[in-house]
């Protein structure tokens, strides 16, 4: 939709206007005579305009660097990565660069991780990897967080998980029953233990609120890191590269369904 500007307002004048228009009751003032009236005039701006070439060949390197940036592979996939409920390769691809990346964000690994499905904006067709294409996976700025949870909230996880019909998890694998509750809970292979605590790697989006895992959102204790989960998927995917593998995530029943329906 074109845009129309004022071309003779003042931008601050308008902003302070706005700001003590809104904001604040004042007495009505007397003018004498009529009420003075503003020349308006506007300019609309749409993708039909002309670019300017001065402010193209201003920014043409920074064009020319980013293209070079984001063009630069750094794996390949194997097989066509899609997302899906209750498990999908890519939610797995994601959720494994998420614990992985609480060692190296922390010092200190993390138990289980959990992410979401509506994060990954694209799934990732098979075939040669680009930085690019990771940030259209995960365009937003979300950080790596890593939270103390007890076995207990780890259960309530599990089962806010469950009515969301799954999300990306690793490190941990539960069942879906046909009323949306989680059965047999197991962390690293062995049944979840309601006696001690865990670290649970996830996003600051997550752990703030979003997603509806309300699971998260008290912890017993977290750990804020400056990772960005953008670029915690893209070292898994070098670092997947750099071991001579290509990324070929399988399911692996980390989340299944009691009436077998688990293909993403």
């Known amino acids: 939709m074109p845009v129309r500007l004022h071309r003779t307002w003042p931008v601050a004048l308008v902003v302070v206007g706005l700001l003590f228009g809104g904001c604040a009751r004042t007495a009505p003032v007397a003018v004498d005579g009529p009420s003075p009236r503003a020349t308006v005039g506007f300019t609309t701006i749409s993708d039909s305009l002309v670019p300017d070439p001065a402010v193209e060949r201003l920014i043409q390197p920074y064009r020319t660097q980013l293209a070079a940036v984001t063009a630069e592979v750094i794996g390949t996939a194997a097989v066509a990565l899609t997302k899906g409920e209750p498990e999908s390769p890519l ?10 990346a609480a060692q190296t964000a922390t010092g200190t690994p993390a138990d289980l991780a959990v992410t979401n499905n509506g994060g990954l ?10 930085v690019g294409q990771i940030y259209e996976l995960m365009p937003f700025e979300n950080t790596v967080v890593v939270l103390t949870l007890t076995g207990a909230e780890v259960d309530s996880l599990a089962r806010q998980i469950a009515r969301l019909g799954g999300e990306p998890i690793a490190g941990w694998s539960f069942r879906i029953t046909p009323d949306e509750q989680a059965a047999d809970v197991r962390v690293d ?8 605590t865990y670290r649970v790697a996830t996003i600051d989006y997550l752990a703030d609120g979003g997603g509806g895992m309300p699971a998260l959102w008290s912890p017993q204790a977290r750990q804020n890191t400056r990772l960005l989960f953008r670029d915690a998927i893209a070292a898994y995917v070098r670092a997947q590269t750099a071991a001579g593998e290509a990324l070929a995530p399988r399911l692996e029943g980390r989340i299944t369904r009691t009436d077998g329906s688990n293909e993403p």
């Open 91 to 100: 939610g797995n691809l994601a959720a494994d660069a998420l614990l992985a």
């Open 121 to 130: 904006r694209v799934s990732l067709p098979a075939g040669p990897i680009t």
């Open 189 to 196: 292979g062995r049944p979840l233990d309601p006696n001690r």
